[in-house]
């Protein structure tokens, strides 16, 4: 069975940093681009960001660039995101999911259960 | 990159049918067939319903069903049941980026 499983709620500072993880297993970790998508308070999805863990290659939104990094460990099937300064703006849900492919066309078949990351000014 | 205009809410009546709309742009919509659609229940993770414009996983019911004209992509949710009731999402590839509508709210009366 495909699941991806995501880190535990977090609740942070403004200007720390934080790394939420999400695991891969029941199918080739490395076979399969992973996006990281946030959805604040009461709020739409927006898309971040994406790595193909076979290389660890990654595009970021516009909106993002800059200040996230998506990153994967193909040895222990996870993906990674983190901040090194967090906002109070930065506080919301994070989902993983994972591409079908033909990976472009952005078929997200599985997703995480969502972290919460909780930023306090 | 701007997200995709959905409408906030739609409604119908259990068994009706109900559309939602979600417009782009010639830039992703208008020049990618791979629009998906996802559901989301309060409190859980996004669920795929419809991916490359029309087409459905399995396991999802042939009540949901896609379709696209120009920059406008559309879903069609027939024979509403209370359980279709959640927000609504289409996603589109835009050239090395994904962007999201802003979600509609389904609501069966």
């Known amino acids: 069975e495909v699941q991806l499983v995501q880190s535990g709620a977090e609740v942070k500072k403004a200007g720390e940093s934080l790394r939420i993880s999400c695991k891969g297993s029941?199918?080739?970790?490395?076979?399969?681009?992973i996006s990281w998508v946030r959805q604040m308070p009461g709020k739409g999805l927006e898309w971040m960001g994406r790595?193909?863990?076979?290389?660890?290659?990654?595009n970021y939104s516009p909106s993002f660039q800059g200040h996230v990094t998506i990153s994967a460990d193909k040895s222990t099937s996870t993906a990674f995101l983190q901040w090194s300064s967090l906002k109070a703006s930065d506080t919301a849900i994070y989902y993983c999911?994972?591409?079908?492919?033909?990976?472009?066309?952005?078929?997200?078949?599985?997703w995480g259960q969502g972290t919460l990351v909780t930023v306090s000014s | 990159q701007s997200a995709l205009t959905q409408p906030p809410s739609a409604s119908g009546s259990p068994g009706q049918s109900v559309t939602i709309s979600c417009t782009g742009t010639?830039?992703?919509?208008?020049?990618?067939?791979?629009v998906s659609w996802y559901l989301q229940h309060p409190g859980k993770a996004p669920k795929l319903i419809i991916y490359?414009?029309?087409n459905r996983p399995s396991g999802v019911p042939d009540r949901f069903s896609g379709s696209k004209s120009g920059n406008t992509a559309s879903l069609t949710v027939s024979g509403l049941q209370a359980e279709d009731e959640a927000d609504y999402y289409c996603?589109?590839?835009?050239?090395?980026?994904?962007?999201f509508g802003g979600g509609t709210k389904l609501t069966v009366l």
């Open positions: 999911a994972r591409h079908v492919p033909p990976s472009v066309a952005g078929i997200h078949d599985y």
């Open positions: 029941g199918y080739s970790f490395p076979s399969n681009w």
């Open positions: 790595i193909d863990p076979s290389d660890s290659y990654t």
């Open positions: 010639s830039t992703d919509v208008g020049r990618y067939n791979y």
């Open positions: 490359e414009v029309t």
């Open positions: 996603s589109s590839y835009a050239g090395n980026n994904w962007v």
